[in-house]
């Protein structure tokens, strides 16, 4: 499993094709990418290419904004919650 961190809000082609090249026989076939986009949802361009990964090259790759993965180690800090 890879872990990709992009100080990005929206991903373009590049990092995709970059993601694609790390994937692989030597490092499994599933990616997560961290951006620092505060939208949770995914645009139709990165949708696109989600797409075309998963169907084309055989790779996931899950996209994970740097927000919501704050909120979830907040959580996890906080005994309330």
Not at 16 to 40: C, H, K, M, W
Request: aromatic share 12%; glycine share 4%.
């Amino acid at each position: 499993m890879i872990f990709e961190v992009k100080n990005f809000t929206e991903l373009k082609e590049d990092n995709f094709r970059q993601v694609l090249s790390y994937t692989g026989p030597d490092y499994g076939r599933f990616a997560a990418v961290i951006t620092r986009s505060a939208n949770e949802g995914l645009s139709e361009t990165e949708r696109g290419w989600l797409q075309e990964m998963y169907y084309r090259h055989d790779r996931m790759i899950f996209i994970l904004p740097a927000t919501l993965l704050a909120q979830c180690i907040s959580k996890l800090r906080t005994a309330d919650k």
